[in-house]
């Protein structure tokens, strides 16, 4: 795929247009080829996300544009529709800046090591009495639990 188009499809998506609209362009690969040459290069999916991200703000800017426009008031609902939509689809795409919760990531070592080793031979004999001494001691001297 030719680089430039690529550079022209980015910079019209962060402008606010769709990747579809823009693929129907002739001059532009068709919707297919362009999601098929970018399943296979990771670097342009991140760049498509970023720039689908700056296009949020775009959206934003526009409709906030429009709606500072007098109009009538059939086209007023029909902005105050598509800011809806927008913001929707901004808490989506850029969630870190327009979404209702923050998105947090915890990355923990969740190893457990089980290892079995000998005890010191003084911690053994330790052991060994204590468990002599439970062994002579009588019930009855054992203190009552209230």
């Not at 910079?11 to 247009?17: D, H, K, S």
């Not at 098929?36 to 990771?42: A, H, P, T």
């Not at 689809?89 to 923990?108: C, T």
Request: aromatic share 6%; proline share 4%; hydrophobic share 35%.
């Amino acid at each position: 795929m030719d680089p430039r188009q690529i550079e022209t499809i980015i910079e019209r998506i962060e402008l606010g247009e769709t990747l579809t609209k823009i693929c129907k362009d002739k001059s532009m690969p068709s919707l297919t080829v362009f999601y098929k040459y970018m399943r296979d290069n990771k670097d342009l999916q991140n760049r498509i996300r970023a720039a689908r991200e700056t296009g949020c703000f775009t959206i934003i800017d526009k409709i906030n544009d429009d709606l500072e426009t007098p109009q009538d008031n059939q086209h007023m609902m029909w902005v105050k529709e598509k800011l809806q939509q927008s913001r929707w689809l901004a808490s989506k795409l850029a969630s870190g800046v327009f979404g209702d919760k923050l998105k947090s990531e915890i990355k923990q070592d969740s190893t457990i090591t089980i290892s079995w080793t000998q005890p010191p031979e003084n911690k053994l004999i330790e052991a060994e009495e204590v468990v002599d001494q439970i062994q002579a001691t009588s019930i009855k001297e054992l203190p009552k639990n209230r």
